[in-house]
């Protein structure tokens, strides 16, 4: 937690990372090599319904100044009890909720990587 969040954050560092430089060292950790973009990660797995996450489920939002209805321009982890584990702005990894605010409105679908 903590970690700073850099945009286009290269993915050979684990000073700073950017939301799916996030995902892909996370999920590297285990043996999955997920793709570079929360984009082309939102493609990988099965769909999972909001009401079905578990801990450890993609998650994508449309988000930010790049928000354009349908389009992924985040990723996060489920974390369970509807908290997500993803970076974004300060204060860089954090827990969020993802029923609340940005997250709520934002949230486009789910993955989860076999």
Known sequence: LGTRYVFGASTSTTRYFD?????????????????????AQSKV????TKANL??????????GSRATGSNVTHVA?????????????S???TISDLNSGTWKRTYLKARRVL
Request: net charge positive; with cysteine.
């Open 45 to 48: 797995g099965r769909a999972v």
């Open 77 to 89: 982890v489920y974390a369970g009890n509807g908290k997500i584990l993803h970076t974004y702005g």
């Open 91 to 93: 204060p860089g990894v």
């Open 19 to 39: 939301c799916s430089s996030f995902t892909k060292y996370i999920f590297s950790k285990y043996g999955v090599n997920l793709p570079r973009t929360s984009a």
């Open 54 to 63: 578990r801990v450890g489920d993609l998650v994508f939002f449309s988000s």
